[in-house]
Each structure stands twice: as structure tokens, then as C-alpha cells.
């Protein structure tokens, strides 16, 4: 018996809708980076991208376990001396809710240049609503 390579064209690609809506950001990350390596299929192979597209909506209302809210903090650099920046999870849920899952679920994808296709696949929205309904996407109850 040999072992079958996943090729690139014969991936078939599906779309899930998550809704974060009280959903633990480690659990949520976790499951979605799994999805969109493509790690729930059959067929997955690492040098391979054979994951799913992946919908998250309220990424707003998503729930931070302990006290995270105040003592998470994402930094960011300029690469200037005096360049380092820093925001609490707190302040960046309020102005941009999409970035706290999209940096959870990128440190949990491979560190290669196959993570910026697997990051391209997830959309993330922070209401209720998503314009993807053409794709038919299935419900990913977490």
C-alpha cells in the first residue's frame, strides 16, 4: 500500500460558519486553526494546503477567561528605537474585535509560508452578519 499525496487541485474546499458568541478564545483558535490546516479531513497533508475556508461572526461578544481582559497585552514594534507599542485585550476588542482572533488562531498555524494561505481562508466578522451566503457554509457548533 502507498501512501497518497494530497495534490493541490483535487482539494476540495467546504466553508463553516462559527458563531463566537460566548465561546472561549483558546477553544475557538484551537478548532478553527485545526479546520483551516485542513487537519479534519482524510486527506490532510502537511506541505499541502488542504483546509477549509472558516466564518467567524460576534467575534465582539467572544469570552476571555481569568482577568485577561486587563492583563493580556498584545505588544507591536516599528522597528524604530522607541517603537514598541502595547494594548491591552480590553481596549483592542473594543476597536478592532477581528484582530484578538485573527492573532490567536495565526500563533497556532505552522510558522512557514503556508499559514498566510491557510490565514487568508478565515473571514472574520464582529456582527452577526457575513456576505458569504452564496457559499452555503455549515453550521461548526464549538
Do not use: C
Amino acid at each position: 500500500m502507498k501512501t497518497e499525496v494530497a495534490k493541490i487541485e483535487n482539494v476540495k474546499r467546504d466553508w463553516y460558519l462559527v458563531d463566537a458568541q460566548d465561546v472561549v478564545l483558546g477553544r475557538l483558535a484551537s478548532t478553527v486553526a485545526n479546520i483551516l490546516r485542513g487537519k479534519n479531513k482524510a486527506i490532510y497533508t502537511p506541505s499541502v494546503d488542504t483546509g477549509d475556508f472558516v466564518i467567524v461572526v460576534n467575534a465582539e461578544k467572544i469570552a476571555l477567561t481569568g482577568r485577561k481582559l486587563s492583563d493580556k497585552i498584545y505588544y507591536s514594534h516599528s522597528g524604530f528605537p522607541g517603537g514598541l507599542k502595547e494594548i491591552t485585550a480590553e481596549k483592542l476588542l473594543e476597536k478592532k474585535p477581528s484582530d484578538v482572533i485573527k492573532k490567536a488562531v495565526k500563533g497556532m498555524l505552522p510558522k512557514n509560508k503556508l499559514s498566510r494561505h491557510m490565514l487568508n481562508k478565515l473571514k472574520i466578522y464582529a456582527g452577526s452578519s457575513h456576505p458569504h451566503e452564496a457559499q452555503q457554509p455549515k453550521n461548526l457548533v464549538i
